[in-house]
């Protein structure tokens, strides 16, 4: 992890932690979309909500994105969170934006990507999250079935206490990018609560088993 990279997930989990975005619960487990239990939960929409703190995310996820060999004509937000964080970097490069579903709609146009075409495009997709990749997974096919071309996707934060998203998209041609993960969490000195912290890393020892023991996945897919 170079220098660039460390700086940029530390300032991230600053604005997590600042922005009420982590969340640890003691009680009752956090039942995530891929079906993990988890003591822990990261919400990325509550970033949007304070005018300072979305600007500096913003502000953080450009640099990273300017930083990336690849010249993208548009940025793609996946429903729903992804779409505000997709459209604020669209502005800030001058790029077209989309917004894309897991599915298509079924009703109207049938569409699954919204806000003109992506034929020929060079697409950027933009989510808050990343766990297992399924939701990525679904986005880009449905981009790519437009006619996109995804190599890239940009998340705020990755999930990585469930290994296999990284591997799920590299195996369909796309680099996921993350600006911050547990483990960066756990690095940081943005002031996590002790009893908080030690929650965490209990939980990061054995994440697949802490899930099984707790109501949730029981076995990697």
């Not at 003691?26 to 949007?48: E, H, K, M, N, T």
């Not at 793609?76 to 669209?90: D, K, N, Q, R, V």
């Not at 206490?161 to 990018?177: D, N, Q, S, T, Y």
Request: aromatic share 6%.
């Amino acid at each position: 992890m170079t220098a660039q990279a460390n700086e940029t997930a530390r300032q991230i989990v600053r604005l997590l932690v600042k922005a009420g975005a982590i969340h640890v619960s003691q009680q009752q487990p956090f039942v995530l979309a891929s079906g993990w239990a988890s003591p822990v939960y990261v919400d990325c929409r509550v970033l949007i909500g304070n005018p300072d703190i979305r600007h500096a995310v913003i502000e953080i996820a450009a640099q990273h994105m300017a930083g990336l060999s690849t010249r993208f004509d548009a940025v793609a937000g996946g429903e729903t969170a992804g779409i505000p964080f997709a459209t604020s970097l669209a502005e800030k490069h001058g790029l077209a934006m989309r917004y894309v579903r897991k599915r298509p709609l079924g009703i109207g146009r049938n569409a699954q990507v919204e806000g003109g075409s992506v034929e020929g495009l060079r697409v950027l997709l933009v989510d808050d999250l990343i766990t297992d990749g399924t939701s990525k997974l679904a986005f880009i096919r449905g981009l790519r079935s437009g006619g996109a071309v995804v190599e890239h996707s940009l998340s705020i934060f990755f999930n990585n206490a469930f290994p296999g998203a990284i591997e799920r998209l590299k195996r369909v041609g796309v680099f996921a990018h993350a600006l911050a993960t547990w483990t960066d969490v756990l690095r940081s000195d943005a002031g996590l609560a002790p009893a908080d912290r030690a929650t965490i890393e209990n939980f990061l020892s054995d994440p697949i088993a802490w899930s099984a023991r707790h109501g949730g996945r029981i076995a990697r897919a």
